[in-house]
């Protein structure tokens, strides 16, 4: 059971060092959690909401600006189709069921991935939610959906060949942000501190450009499980790294 004073000691120890603005979060192990407790793995997934929940709870207040969960990858198509249908059923879900909460944070929610290969009610959902939230100025929450980072790399590389062949860009001239511009986070900055929970240590084709240099963090707890504390070890960790970006 978590000790509230226990939770309470570290979020001060942390809210005394300095924050990663942009956390991302491979969210792993929902099958897994669903498998251990002999439950179909749409139990697990659904349990994983509620981490995502505790997730926003944890951050309320910290100086945190970014958080980006990886929710659905190209690859995911593979799986049964009912559990992707299920998948593509749980955006409505979260919006619909947290709405009031998230304005009341003044979050803000962004998508990033190839929305166009989502189901018409997935992108709809998306749509209000973006559209209910855009005027607010807190915590920018970003689902990737149906999201690869080869992919997002490959559309940028076309963007930007397209722009020369009209003669618009001299291809010696290309810079980062140049390229910057065209992938689907043009808008946001590049991650501090990525995420994966399960005990994976891969970073499974998410963000390939934008985590250079962002600070890795791996835990064995499965998504479900992902706690406020767990949370909070994670941003820890975070500053208790020296970030040299290359110097010395």
């Known amino acids: 059971m978590l000790n509230r004073w226990q939770l309470a000691r570290q979020l001060e120890t942390i809210r005394s060092g300095k924050m990663p603005h942009h956390i991302a979060i491979i969210m792993d192990g929902n099958g897994r959690w669903a498998k251990k407790r002999g439950l179909p793995r749409v139990a697990g997934h659904r349990q994983g909401m509620q981490a995502i929940k505790r ?10 600006k970014y958080l980006t969960l990886y929710a659905f990858s190209t690859e995911n198509w593979r799986r049964p189709k009912s559990e992707v249908d299920f998948l593509m059923n749980l955006p409505g879900q979260f919006i619909g069921q947290e709405l009031t909460t998230i304005m009341e944070n003044n979050i803000k929610l962004g998508v990033i991935g190839d929305v166009s290969g989502l189901p018409a009610h997935t992108r709809k959902a998306i749509a209000e939610g973006i559209e209910a939230t855009r005027h607010n100025t807190g915590l920018r929450l970003n689902f990737a959906l ?19 062949q009209q003669g618009d860009l001299d291809p010696s001239a290309i810079t980062y942000s140049d390229i910057e511009s065209c992938l689907y986070t043009r808008d946001i900055p590049s991650p501090d501190l990525v995420i994966r929970t399960s005990g994976e240590i891969r970073i499974s084709n998410f963000l390939l450009w934008q985590i250079a240099y962002a600070e890795l963090y791996f835990t064995d707890t499965l998504w479900p499980d992902f706690s406020e504390m767990h949370l909070y070890k994670a941003i820890a960790q975070f500053q208790r790294r020296n970030r040299r970006f290359g110097g010395v």
Not at 55 to 64: E, I, P, T
């Open 55 to 64: 997730c926003l709870a944890g951050l309320k207040g910290l100086d945190v």
């Open 146 to 164: 149906n999201y690869g980072g080869r992919e997002e790399i490959l559309q940028a590389v076309r963007a930007l060949c397209r722009r020369c």
